[in-house]
């Protein structure tokens, strides 16, 4: 029965998403649901936990925080095993690496550390292996030293195509060949095989020098120099094998052989074997003169 002048009653229906909150929150208030004891502090330390972890997020430390975790529970790594290393020294792989007794296996990038150790002056390229629990295994490939490269007052070993790989440190290398000048690391290579052809005098060259990145001299064991044309070079090394061959030419005290023309051959002397022809030359002058005066 509805009374003349009451106000109408009216329902409100909640959206499904709201029902089951509403009626927990309502539950709660008639004090139909226990809340057990300890919640409050129990969500109150979840808080703070959750605004921990939000800042170390935001604070980009979660990394640091799973590599401290995981070395604790017995992930760091202890052990080191590196091969295939011949001029690299296993220090300088573990320096580059950043490797100080704390840093976690779980947490290793492994592609990271190989471009890290690949930057190694030695180092042509790298292979690195995670064995668990505490320990990576680390396999170098290294460059080759073909030759010593002296450009101004730096001297430094090369490969092959000429890249520089290091300083000169060590006197094991000094039995490789010397090139010397502008231009000398980049054309070695090709200058060194050409030279291959006559295994006689290669062996008592010493030192190979680029002149103004155009052509090359060559220093002999006794001091003689030789100086090739630009063009043609192979060429006049033959002409000098067979004046060698005939008139034992590099045997004498000369100080250069000029083979730039291809029409003559120009020879040097020494200081002192200048000094001695002079003296010859006088010496007969005066001879030809007394003749002269006697006649």
Not at 28 to 46: K, N
Not at 67 to 73: G, K, N, Q, R
Not at 120 to 138: N, T
């Amino acid at each position: 029965m509805r009374l003349e002048g009451a106000a109408p009653e009216t329902s409100v229906v909640l959206p499904r998403i709201l029902r089951r909150p509403t009626r927990l929150f309502t539950a709660l208030f008639d004090g139909r649901v226990a809340i057990p004891i300890h919640t409050g502090s129990i969500a109150t330390a979840g808080l703070f936990a959750l605004t921990g972890l939000y800042g170390v997020v935001e604070g980009g430390h979660l990394r640091a925080l799973a590599e401290s975790t995981t070395s604790a529970a017995g992930f760091a790594i202890e052990t080191v095993n590196v091969a295939g290393n011949h001029e690299t020294s296993p220090i300088d792989v573990f320096q580059q690496l950043g490797l100080d007794g704390h840093t976690s296996l779980i947490t290793l990038d492994v592609e990271g550390a190989r471009k890290a150790v690949m930057d190694l002056p030695w180092v042509m390229d790298a292979e690195i292996r995670k064995i668990y629990p505490d320990a990576i295994d680390i396999k170098l490939s290294e460059k080759r030293a073909f030759g010593i490269w002296q450009h101004g007052r730096e001297l430094s070993l090369i490969e092959r195509n000429g890249n520089v790989i290091a300083p000169l440190t060590s006197e094991k290398f000094t039995k490789l060949p010397l090139f010397v000048g502008l231009g000398a690391d980049a054309h070695a290579e090709a200058f060194d095989a050409m030279l291959d052809n006559w295994p006689e005098l290669k062996p008592r060259i010493r030192a190979r020098i680029r002149v103004a990145d155009r052509r090359w001299d060559i220093r002999l064991d006794n001091g003689v120099t030789v100086r090739l044309p630009e063009d043609g070079a192979a060429g006049a090394l033959a002409r000098l094998q067979r004046m060698d061959a005939e008139q034992e030419i590099l045997g004498r005290d000369i100080a250069t052989v000029d083979l730039r023309l291809a029409d003559r051959i120009t020879i040097g002397l020494t200081e002192g074997a200048a000094e001695r022809r002079q003296n010859a030359l006088e010496a007969r002058e005066r001879l030809l003169k007394k003749r002269g005066r006697n006649s």
